[in-house]
């Protein structure tokens, strides 16, 4: 059940992460679930929107994601350069992520989500 899924999500809490995109699909990913989920972003793309920038305020609350920001200069304290991030990497996520398919090779949702990874890693080694 969710639950049981759920708690084996949470074993993984504490494992670092390697930051490595994996070359092909895991053999669980049912591709046209997949394909539904797709259609799904497309169908409520302006409450996705809305929700992602609710968890985005309600994340800086939380030392583990704000700190990491502050760290790398990816915020600012000029308010208007701040949004400006963040509208701008909304852009890259939406116009990216749910345009494709990441595994495949060359495709704008394989090398959007490659050069997040690097930029992720990139940070986690700073701190």
Known sequence: GQCSEFAQLLLGLTSPCGFEFPASPPVW???DLFDEGIK??????????????EALIMGLALPTFYKPLAFSG????????????YMETGRHIYGRWYGGKPWEEGCDA???LNL???????VADMI
């Open 29 to 31: 990913l049912d591709k």
């Open 40 to 53: 799904f972003y497309h169908r409520n793309l302006v409450g996705i929107l809305a929700s992602s920038g």
């Open 74 to 85: 990816a915020t600012s304290k000029n308010k208007r350069a701040a949004l400006m991030r």
């Open 110 to 112: 394989a090398v959007s």
């Open 116 to 122: 997040v990874n690097k930029m992720h890693k990139h």
